[in-house]
């Protein structure tokens, strides 16, 4: 994917959590792979009113001052990572605005938004707060979910990316290539020939559906295996909900990639049934592409 001229770089939205803090370490690597900008922005939602106009000067005041710390603290975790050198290409913004409205409108002008997720529900599942979830619905450009991301991962583990012909895996592909090329790593590139759990079926030709999934993982490889020769690819086809097993093999890599509706989503669809799971359920940072 070619960097291109944009007015935020890689943008970031920040909030002073903990998942904020790993979106910023997650995003500043990035940056670094790509001699990118990265902007850190924190969005002041509208004060709700209050009946009294002196308690709504005092939350003013108080939403400033926060929202002061933590664009700050934000802008020391990317120097952390990035070294003050970098400091000149660490841009922080302020406004006051909506919050999700401000962040999809800013996605228009990023080459990718990262978000952190809301954390872990009481069931031990990841949850997607509504910032997250609006975001990675309606931005306009690949969007990062960022569960965990200490920096302890390993940075030998592949890319993983799935694959399913559709044109969101298109451009889920071109990134994954990009990613695992910028990383030095290999590119897990999983197709699953079937979107249920199948079991076998009396004179199903089972050699006749694989054939087919190599074929498809063939022609969707193959080109940008061309313009990424320094990419070494491992096929993986598969029998079974493809959510399932990207989730599965997401506990071996340091990056998934996949796009943001498949085979059996529509035109204009906001996100599909596989990739809701995964910014639920992954198990390593999550790009999720649209088409274009």
Same mark, same amino acid.
């Given at each position: 994917m070619?960097?291109?001229?944009?007015?935020?770089?890689? !943008?970031?939205?920040?909030?002073?959590?903990a998942e904020s803090?790993?979106?910023?370490?997650? %995003?500043?690597r990035e940056a670094l792979m790509r001699a990118a900008t990265i902007?850190?922005?924190?969005?002041?939602?509208?004060?709700?009113?209050?009946? %009294?106009?002196?308690? =709504?000067?005092?939350?003013?005041?108080?939403?400033?001052?926060?929202?002061?710390?933590?664009?700050?603290?934000? #802008?020391?975790?990317a120097l952390a990572i990035m070294g003050e050198v970098a400091a000149p290409d660490v841009h922080t913004e302020v406004?006051?605005?909506?919050?999700?409205p401000m962040l999809i409108g800013a996605s228009s002008q990023a080459q990718m938004i990262l978000v952190g997720s809301r954390g872990m529900g009481a069931l031990g599942r990841f949850l997607l707060g509504s910032v997250s979830s609006g975001v990675v619905?309606?931005?306009?450009?690949?969007?990062?979910?960022?569960?965990?991301?200490?920096?302890?991962?390993?940075?030998?583990a592949p890319v993983l990316v799935g694959v399913d012909g559709s044109p969101a895996s298109e451009g889920a592909i071109e990134l994954a290539f990009d990613e695992a090329s910028r990383r030095g790593v290999d590119l897990v590139a999983l197709h699953a020939w079937s979107d249920v759990a199948v079991f076998p079926i009396l004179g199903m030709d089972w050699q006749d559906y694989e054939t087919r999934g190599e074929?498809? !993982?063939?022609? #969707?490889?193959?080109?940008? =295996?061309?313009?990424?020769?320094?990419?070494?690819? =491992?096929? #993986? !086809?598969?029998?079974?909900?493809?959510?399932?097993?990207l989730i599965e093999e997401s506990q071996h890599a340091q990056l998934v990639v996949?796009?943001?509706?498949?085979?059996?989503?529509?035109?204009?669809?906001?996100?599909?049934?596989?990739?809701?799971?995964?910014? =639920?359920?992954?198990?390593?940072p999550l790009i999720i592409v649209r088409p274009g």
């Open positions: 070619s960097a291109l001229a944009t007015k935020y770089g890689i !943008l970031v939205g920040v909030d002073g959590s803090d790993a979106a910023i370490r997650f %995003a500043s902007t850190l922005m924190h969005v002041v939602a509208p004060i709700p009113d209050w009946p %009294a106009p002196s308690r =709504q000067v005092e939350i003013a005041e108080a939403w400033e001052a926060n929202a002061r710390d933590v664009i700050e603290q934000a #802008r020391k975790t406004v006051h605005s909506p919050v999700v619905r309606h931005a306009h450009c690949p969007v990062a979910i960022i569960h965990n991301d200490d920096g302890s991962a390993d940075d030998k074929e498809v !993982l063939a022609e #969707r490889l193959a080109g940008w =295996q061309e313009q990424y020769p320094d990419v070494h690819v =491992q096929r #993986r !086809l598969v029998c079974d909900k493809p959510a399932h097993w996949v796009g943001s509706h498949g085979r059996g989503g529509f035109p204009g669809m906001l996100l599909g049934s596989v990739g809701s799971a995964l910014a =639920q359920s992954a198990q390593a």
